[in-house]
C-alpha cells in the first residue's frame, strides 16, 4: 500500500516569514495529492490540492508543488500570519477513494 | 445543519459496553469513510463506503462494526473495546461514484474515551 512520510513534524516561524512542509510517497500509480489544515479541536478542512498532471497550484498565500519523478510533493506558505497556526497533513490516494496521509505537521506562528 | 455531522461528539465507555457512533452528511455524496485519529499518528483509514457498498475494511478489529443504512448515513458500532482504541474518530464523505478521487469532506468527531 501507499506510504507517505512527511517533514518536520513541527515548524515554528516569525510571522511574515514562510513555512514548507515537505512530503514523499512511495507509490508511483498515486495522482492525487492533497493538503488538509486541521486547527486545534476542529475537524481537518482541505486547503489546496494537486493532481499528477501539473507541477504546481496556488491559491494566494498557499502553493503545492510535486515532483513526481522523485515522488514528493510540498506545501508553501508566504507571508505567514497567525491564523495559519495548525497542524497540517498531506495524503496521496490513487483511483480507489482511499487517502493515505502523513503523520502530520504541527506550525506555530509567532507573533 | 449542514455538511458532515457526528453524534456523539464525545463518548465514555467501559470495555464490556456497545455503543454506536453515528454520521450523516448533507452533500448528496455517495462515498462514506471512517477514520481513526490518535495522537502523533498519521490518520488511520478504517473503513470506506462507495453507494452503500463497503470496499474497504483496512484490517480492522471486529470489535468495530461498521454499517451504511443509505448513502448519506454510517454508523460504527463498538462492542468490547480497549483502552487504546481511545482516540478521535473522524468520518468523511465525498462524491464518490467513478475511479476518481476527489476532496472528502470530514465531520467533527466523536472523542472516545475507553475506561
Known amino acids: 500500500g501507499e506510504n507517505v512520510e512527511q517533514h518536520p513534524s513541527t515548524l515554528s516561524v516569525q510571522e511574515g516569514d514562510s513555512a514548507v512542509i515537505k512530503c514523499t510517497y512511495s507509490?508511483?500509480?498515486?495522482?492525487?495529492f492533497p493538503w488538509y489544515k486541521q486547527e486545534l479541536g476542529k475537524r481537518p478542512q482541505l486547503i489546496i490540492d494537486i493532481r499528477s498532471n501539473v507541477g504546481e497550484k496556488k491559491d494566494q498565500r498557499i502553493a503545492v508543488t510535486l515532483n513526481k519523478t522523485a515522488k514528493h510533493f510540498s506545501l508553501h506558505i508566504t507571508e505567514t500570519q497567525p491564523e495559519d497556526s495548525a497542524v497540517y497533513f498531506c495524503a496521496a490516494s490513487g483511483d480507489d477513494y482511499k487517502l493515505s496521509f502523513g503523520a502530520g505537521t504541527t506550525v506555530t506562528v509567532r507573533a | 445543519e449542514t455538511g458532515v455531522t457526528q453524534t456523539p461528539r464525545h463518548l465514555v465507555m467501559g470495555m464490556t459496553n456497545k455503543k454506536s457512533l453515528k454520521c450523516e452528511q448533507h452533500?448528496?455524496?455517495?462515498?462514506m469513510y471512517w477514520y481513526k485519529q490518535s495522537a502523533k499518528k498519521p490518520l488511520e483509514l478504517m473503513f470506506v463506503?462507495?453507494?452503500?457498498?463497503?470496499?474497504e475494511n483496512n484490517s480492522v478489529p471486529s470489535r468495530f462494526s461498521p454499517e451504511c443504512p443509505n448513502s448519506s448515513h454510517l454508523f460504527l458500532h463498538l462492542h468490547t473495546l480497549q483502552p487504546e482504541d481511545s482516540a478521535l474518530y473522524l468520518c468523511?464523505?465525498?462524491?464518490?461514484?467513478?475511479?476518481?478521487?476527489?476532496?472528502?469532506?470530514f465531520g467533527p468527531g466523536t472523542r472516545l474515551t475507553v475506561l
Open positions: 463506503y462507495n453507494f452503500k457498498e463497503q470496499t
Open positions: 452533500l448528496g455524496h455517495n462515498a
Open positions: 468523511a464523505s465525498s462524491r464518490g461514484g467513478g475511479r476518481v478521487v476527489d476532496e472528502q469532506f
Open positions: 507509490d508511483s500509480a498515486s495522482n492525487y
